[in-house]
């Protein structure tokens, strides 16, 4: 069974960065894409970026360029995304979501972890 | 960026009613187009991909049509277990994007 697990509630203060995680299980996990978005309370969803966890190689949404930062640890399964400077518009839910085979889709999604900025 | 609307924010149905959820993209975007379910609890679920390609365990009350820079959802014989906000997402040019979403409440 596919599952992505995703790392707890972060409570961080303005300027400070933040790491989150999505442990991968069920699947290879360096054979698909793992794409990382935003959701603003009470918002719609907003497409982060992607990264290819074979090769590292990673594309980012240019709204999101210099705030975040996508990598992989093979070893353990594991994507993370790690937010810069935080502000208060950081404030969200951050999802992780599978790339599917059928392009362009995110086939498996994350429980997704709340970041709150606040001082 | 393609702007997808969604202009019905909420809807309101009974169960058992034959729903339909619309997007509408900027631009063309060649069927390129996929539907997301969020449950209240956040739980994000694909339902269909590629305007009408059903997602593996998805119920077939489930339908999706549209061409050009129109497209839609259908959910025949509404359940309990559809209330949810539904999204749709293109993904016909980088980066993608996803319209504003539909709440879908039960009457």
């Known amino acids: 069974e596919v599952q992505l697990q995703q790392s707890g509630p972060e409570l961080v203060k303005p300027g400070a960065s933040v790491k989150i995680s999505c442990k991968a299980s069920?699947?290879?996990?360096?054979?698909?894409?793992m794409n990382w978005v935003k959701q603003s309370h009470g918002k719609s969803l907003e497409w982060i970026g992607r990264i290819n966890p074979y090769n590292g190689d990673t594309f980012y949404n240019q709204k999101f360029k210099g705030k975040a930062t996508l990598t992989v640890d093979k070893s353990s399964s594991t994507a993370h995304m790690e937010l810069l400077s935080l502000t208060s518009e950081d404030s969200a839910v951050y999802y992780c979501?599978?790339?599917?085979?059928?392009?362009?889709?995110?086939?498996?999604w994350g429980q997704g972890t709340s970041v709150t900025v606040s001082s | 960026d393609i702007q997808m609307t969604q202009t019905t924010s909420s809807l309101s149905a009974s169960l058992g009613d034959r729903v339909t959820i619309s997007c509408s993209a900027s631009q063309g975007i060649s069927n390129y187009l996929n539907w997301y379910q969020q449950k209240p609890d956040g739980t994000v679920k694909l339902l269909i991909y590629y305007t009408s390609s059903l997602h593996s365990g998805v119920p077939s009350r489930f339908s999706g049509s549209g061409s050009g820079t129109d497209y839609s959802l259908t959910i025949s014989n509404l359940e309990p277990e559809d209330i949810a906000t539904y999204y749709c997402?293109?993904?016909?040019?980088?980066?993608?994007?996803f319209g504003g979403g539909t709440k879908l409440e039960i009457k």
């Open positions: 069920g699947y290879s996990f360096t054979g698909y894409f």
């Open positions: 997402q293109q993904y016909s040019k980088l980066p993608w994007t």
């Open positions: 979501g599978r790339g599917a085979r059928a392009p362009g889709a995110m086939d498996y």
